[in-house]
């Protein structure tokens, strides 16, 4: 009874055995897998981390360009309060060469008794736009303090109708030509709410938080577990305890 028993027996634990080899290769193979995983893993990291700060230099690039044009504007406010310095625009061309059609003026006002001839000024006229034109006379006024000033566009051929009676005026500091239509084009409410939504959505584009996977202390990620994850006896442990043999004595 006992020499049948044994070579049965002993024939079974070498084919165990060698099924126990096959299951060995079959299991080493995840884990050469995901070693090649994870030697890509580096060039997708850098490729996120470029995206990343692209989005970076976007961000100050805008936060920059907000923060200069919010920094314009509050100087133009405190200069009209403080200096009583404003702007003009010019839809005419009676002062071209000097300052042609569609230029933007730096204006200050000041008392008509510092105007001198040659000036460039601008005053304001009864129920009628303001004219900007150059000074060819100054006279007294019948009032302390006023003057009548008699003024010509560098254009026209001829003096104004009229003298202008006036205790105060707005004396040209410099110009800049051409940009009178942008800030034409930018006063236009649809245009204002267009580049408000524009700026935002880049703004939010930059800064919005872009999720992470978690990761273990060693760098790699937690959570997702797969057969490299297992220690290298675990396979065969698993194996044996489903598999022992016993021989027969």
């Not at 205790?167 to 800030?183: K, L, Q």
């Amino acid at each position: 009874m006992t020499e049948t028993t044994q070579p049965l027996t002993r024939r079974a634990a070498r084919e165990n055995a060698a099924a126990d080899g096959t299951r060995g290769e079959h299991a080493e193979t995840p884990r050469t897998t995901a070693a090649e995983s994870r030697d890509e893993r580096p060039a997708a990291e850098g490729g996120r981390s470029r995206r990343t700060s692209l989005r970076g230099v976007l961000g100050e690039v805008l936060l920059w360009v907000l923060a200069l044009a919010g920094l314009v504007c509050i100087v133009l406010v405190v200069l009209a309060f403080t200096a009583h310095i404003t702007l003009i625009m010019f839809r005419t061309g009676s002062m071209a060469p000097t300052i042609p059609a569609g230029s933007v003026a730096i204006v200050q006002q000041i008392p008509a008794s510092q105007v001198h001839v040659g000036d460039v000024v601008t005053v304001d006229r009864p129920g009628e736009l303001p004219i900007t034109h150059r000074v060819r006379v100054v006279a007294d006024g019948p009032q302390p303090g006023e003057r009548l000033l008699t003024l010509r566009g560098d254009a026209n051929a001829h003096d104004d109708l009229a003298p202008y009676p006036v205790s105060t005026v707005r004396i040209v500091r410099f110009s800049v030509p051409g940009i009178a239509p942008v800030i034409v084009a930018f006063s236009n409410p649809l245009v204002l709410g267009g580049i408000t939504v524009g700026v935002a959505g880049l703004v939010i584009w930059a800064f919005w938080p872009r999720g992470r996977r978690p990761q273990g202390q060693d760098g790699s990620d937690e959570g997702h577990g797969g057969p490299a994850d297992l220690p290298a006896d675990a396979g065969p442990r698993r194996r044996g305890a489903g598999t022992e043999n016993r021989v027969s004595p």
